[in-house]
């Protein structure tokens, strides 16, 4: 708007001849380069313009870089997170592994051990069993054997002679075969216990059952002892009438609790 204004001034000044030539030509030329000027601060105010827009679209773009950006990490610190426990729970994992591992070495060492005394048992008692194979046919010894306990039964008619602690013939002859298969044991206590009936001894020799009980064990493991069983193996007990494994109320019964049981337990 500017320079039509100067342009129409310098007009009206050469149509007046209130100037020279010259000064009109300075003029014209002050009103160019006025002119100029304008143009070029318009120029610079347009170039500055655009350069602000272009600042605020870059920032606006970075703006929304940096929302992305935000949005990346916190769904990575998510993920980081995740990633944590789960490392953690897996640690876990592996230490309840390891533990469950050691339990079942453990375990499986136990059950060798096991299967294996159970397999050396198993090989003592058919030792024994083939050892008296046949007394034991003839009903004369009984054998069993219970929580790694076994026991070797024997009626005290096989031994004795009523109210006697002395050992027979045939006693001797099947405590022999017993003491040939308990040399052949090892890591065992052989406990040799006495047993009778509820019938009073009568006094005499022996005053009570608890003596004639004890008496017959002791002679059984002199016989074993005689017969090479090692006696630091070997022990006695009397037990009197106070153990029976029948009611006293018959003969045949009371036959049952007269008995010598020759044990076999662990040391």
């Known amino acids: ?14 149509t007046t001849g209130c100037v020279s030539q010259g000064k009109f030509d300075a003029k014209a030329l002050e009103a160019e380069n006025f ?28 703006e929304q870089e940096r929302e992305a950006l935000n949005t990346r990490l916190g769904t990575a610190e998510s993920r980081l997170t995740a990633g944590a426990a789960e490392r953690r729970a897996l640690e876990e994992k592996n230490s309840q592994l390891a533990a469950l591992n050691d339990e079942l070495a453990r375990n499986t060492k136990k059950l060798a051990q096991a299967k294996e005394e159970l397999e050396k048992r198993s090989s003592e008692y058919e030792n024994l069993a083939q050892s008296l194979k046949q007394e034991i046919s003839d009903g004369k010894i009984q054998l069993s054997e219970l929580k790694g306990k076994m026991t070797v039964q024997l009626k005290d008619k096989i031994l004795f002679a009523s109210g006697s602690a002395r050992v027979g013939k045939e006693g001797e002859e099947a405590l ?9 044991v090892q890591g065992k206590i052989i406990r040799v216990e006495g047993h009778t009936d509820d019938v009073p001894t009568g006094g005499g020799q022996f005053p009570s059952n ?7 064990a002791m002679a059984v493991v002199r016989s074993l002892q005689n017969a090479g069983v090692d006696p630091t193996f070997l022990s006695a007990a009397g037990y009197g ?14 036959s049952l609790n007269r008995r010598i049981e020759i044990v076999l337990a662990p040391k």
């Open 210 to 216: 608890w003596e004639l009980s004890l008496a017959r």
């Open 176 to 184: 022999k075969k017993i003491a040939d298969a308990l040399k052949t």
């Open 241 to 254: 009438q106070y153990q029976p494994i029948a009611a006293n109320d018959s003969a045949e019964n009371r």
């Open 1 to 14: 708007m500017r320079k039509p204004l100067v342009l129409a001034a310098l007009v009206a000044l050469s």
């Open 35 to 62: 002119a100029k000027g304008l143009n070029d601060e318009k120029g610079a105010r347009e170039a500055a313009e655009a350069k602000v827009k272009a600042l605020e679209e870059k920032i606006a773009e970075l």
